[in-house]
């Protein structure tokens, strides 16, 4: 048996490797050169606990359990990310429409701006209302 048949069957039936555990690396890496630049007291501890809770993902044999914990981890990110790419958003749209509130039922409308006095219905309850874009 070569080195890569023993690694196959010691891997066999465990988790592996998945997004998170790709980004814990990152950050303990990250970690660790900050800790070699500026000997930051206890980040050498945070580094273990990281790569060793890592570790002990990638051999675990609970699948659904390390499985669940990446979905939690992709969730999270995509809020994340989100956040980021919606604060952005919001601040592109603000410069290009105006938010105006229908008078009678308060509905949230969009509307472009440069347009000049535009008849605004409210999508919800059909109210009309003029308003400069
Ligand atoms: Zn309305």
Known sequence: ????????????????QDELSRFLLIVGFILLILDLLFRIPGVGMIVL??????????LSRNVPARYAENQK?????????????GGRGRAEDLKTNHIYRCPKCSQKIRIPRGK??????????????RKRS
Do not use: A, H, S
């Not at 981890?73 to 790419?85: A, E, S, T």
């Not at 000049?116 to 209302?129: A, D, L, S, W």
């Open 1 to 16: 048996m070569n080195w890569r048949d023993r690694l196959n069957r010691f891997m066999y039936g465990r988790y592996g």
């Open 49 to 58: 606990l990281i790569l060793g809770y890592n570790y002990f993902r990638m």
């Open 73 to 85: 981890f992709l969730q999270l990110k995509d809020r994340v990310l989100g956040f980021f790419r």
């Open 116 to 129: 000049g006095m535009v008849e605004i219905t409210c999508p919800k309850c059909r109210t009309r209302f």
